[in-house]
């Protein structure tokens, strides 16, 4: 089934404008459709344009030239008010709310209903409660933004954008902040709404482990190569991960999703015979030391490390055979052996 796309772009270019003649163009002739019912996460390197795109999406800057259309009709056409029922923002800007409760900031979300002198009614004061309590933070209500921490704060806006009730929600860096449980509930729950509430979720992240696990498509934004957008897995099995940090030093592990560290120093193979968690840790501890882990029985090595419990680890290096009980005690016997015979 062809998904609904709600934002679409057409040849933009995005950027910063400080007078007629000095312009700075970040990017120019992207393309793009945002979908509803997803959770789309924008990855890049610092300094990619992911906060300028995003501001450029939420009308607080224009794009340089080409055009955005939300729901099939110019974003420049719209009104303010129109725009603040369609798309909820949360920014990492400073929050300047200190003299306000949580309460009160998260009830700022219902300003585009509340006509004129803001009065809540029982519709709004549900669905105020109902931010609080979802995003984890309705024990602090009444507590004054100002004596929040970072993440707490953070979750705040989240709240308040969700009290906004809009079919757009856009987020710089949510999970900037965010402890481990906190991110992971964050982006769960950013994905259930894109899924249960049929909202296009758009948001940018360093988390690439987490947007790997729940993002439903990816924007990759580099200077270089512009904006590549794809769903999830073909994204990832198609080779663009590995391309979006140009770096010789990191390399994308296309089988766990994560970037990992291209160590150099020697690159001894290492036959590895194990199973699940032990084949990934005993990668993990080869190469981190240096040596290249290989599962293939035909590479030739003089060295093998069998393993079907962790606490039972044969080492074989040149016909000489070791058991150790710990994965701690296998790089020493390595490289002893190895000084032995060097
Ligand atoms: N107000 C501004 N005026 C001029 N240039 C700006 C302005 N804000 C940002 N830039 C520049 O735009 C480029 C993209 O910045 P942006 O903040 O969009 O990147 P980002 O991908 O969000 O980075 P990060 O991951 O570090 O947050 C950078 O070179 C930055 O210096």
Redesign the pocket.
Known sequence: MKKESIFIAENISIG?RQNQADI?T?HSLLNFSLFKGELTCLL?P???????LLRTLSTMQAPLTGNIYLLGKALKDYKEYEISRLIGVVLTDKIYAGGLTVAELVSLGRHPYTGFFGKLNKKDKEIIEKALSITGIIDKASHYVSQLSDGERQKVMIAKALAQECPIVLLDEPTAFLDIPSRIDIMLLLHQLAHDENKAILL?T?DTDLALLLSDRLWLLSRDKGLQSGFTEDIVLSGEMDRLFSRPNIFFNKENGSFRPQIYHHQTPVRVDAKGELSHWLKNLLQKNGFMPVSDKNTCTNIHISANQKDNISIEIDNEKYTVHSFEEIIPIIEYTRSMTD
């Open positions: 910063y700075k970040i890049g610092n300094g990619a344009g992911k906060s300028t940018s360093h």
